[in-house]
Antibody, heavy 120, light 107 residues
Framework: QVQLQESGPGLVKPSQTLSLTCTVS??????????WSWIRQPAGKGLEWIGR???????NYNPSLKSRVTISVDTSKNQFSLKLSSVTAADTAVYYC????????????WGQGTLVTVSS | AIRMTQSPSSFSASTGDRVTITCRAS??????LAWYQQKPGKAPKLLIY???TLQSGVPSRFSGSGSGTDFTLTISCLQSEDFATYYC?????????FGQGTKVEIK
C-alpha cells in the first residue's frame, strides 16, 4: 500500500521560500509511470493544483504559479519536493502531495496534508 | 484553463436520500473526470475516475455519469458517513483543475 507523507516548516515569513517534502513509502518513486503532484487548499476554500513531476523528471506547473514553483525528485530518498518562492499571505494553505498513474491521471493516493502559514 | 463549475455549492439532505451533484466543464473533456470526497481535516479521497469507473473499495451507492461537458455524481442512498464535500476534477488538459466543491450537509 502506497503512503505519502508531507513534511516541512509550518510557518514561513513573507517573501521567503516555502519548502516541503513528500516521502513515499510502500513503493519506489522511480518505478512505474506516475505523476507526483502537489495540491493546496486555503482554509475553507477549494483545491488548487500546483504542479507535478513525472517519473522521468519532467515537470508541469500551474501557469498561475509557474514563475515561483519548482518541483524536484530525490529517488535515493524516495521523496519529491516543492519549493514556492516569494510567498505572501495568499500562499497560506494546507499543502497535499498526491500520486496519479500517468496512464490515468486521476489522483489515487494522497498525503494527509500539512498546514503552511505565511506570517511575519 | 478549463473551468469546472459544480452545482449546487451546498445543500441539505437526509439519510436515505438519493442525491445528485452536477459538474460542468467550460469545454469538452471527453470522460477525463474524477470525483473526490473530502471530510473536514482530511485529504480528498478518490471515488470515481474516467467519469463513471468506481475506485476500488468505494461503496456501490456512488455512481458517476456523463461525458463531454456535463457530469453527475449520484449517491443512491445517502449514509451518515457520506456527509462531506465533493469535488470534481478534470485531467483532459495538462493543467488539472477542480470544481469549487459541493458540501452535503445533514438536514
Amino acid at each position: 500500500q502506497v503512503q505519502l507523507q508531507e513534511s516541512g516548516p509550518g510557518l514561513v515569513k513573507p517573501s521567503q521560500t516555502l519548502s516541503l517534502t513528500c516521502t513515499v513509502s510502500g513503493g519506489s518513486i522511480s518505478s512505474g509511470s506516475y505523476y507526483w503532484s502537489w495540491i493546496r487548499q486555503p482554509a475553507g476554500k477549494g483545491l488548487e493544483w500546483i504542479g507535478r513531476i513525472y517519473t522521468s523528471g519532467s515537470t508541469n506547473y500551474n501557469p498561475s504559479l509557474k514563475s515561483r514553483v519548482t518541483i524536484s525528485v530525490d529517488t535515493s530518498k524516495n521523496q519529491f519536493s516543492l519549493k514556492l518562492s516569494s510567498v505572501t499571505a495568499a500562499d497560506t494553505a494546507v499543502y497535499y502531495c498526491a500520486r496519479a498513474a500517468a496512464a490515468a491521471n486521476h489522483l489515487d493516493y494522497w498525503g494527509q496534508g500539512t498546514l503552511v502559514t505565511v506570517s511575519s | 484553463a478549463i473551468r469546472m463549475t459544480q452545482s449546487p455549492s451546498s445543500f441539505s439532505a437526509s439519510t436515505g436520500d438519493r442525491v445528485t451533484i452536477t459538474c460542468r466543464a467550460s469545454q469538452g473533456i471527453s470522460s477525463y473526470l474524477a470525483w473526490y470526497q473530502q471530510k473536514p481535516g482530511k485529504a480528498p479521497k478518490l471515488l470515481i475516475y474516467a467519469a463513471s469507473t468506481l475506485q476500488s473499495g468505494v461503496p456501490s451507492r456512488f455512481s458517476g455519469s456523463g461525458s463531454g461537458t456535463d457530469f453527475t455524481l449520484t449517491i443512491s442512498c445517502l449514509q451518515s458517513e457520506d456527509f462531506a464535500t465533493y469535488y470534481c476534477q478534470q485531467y483532459y488538459s495538462y493543467l488539472w483543475t477542480f470544481g469549487q466543491g459541493t458540501k452535503v450537509e445533514i438536514k
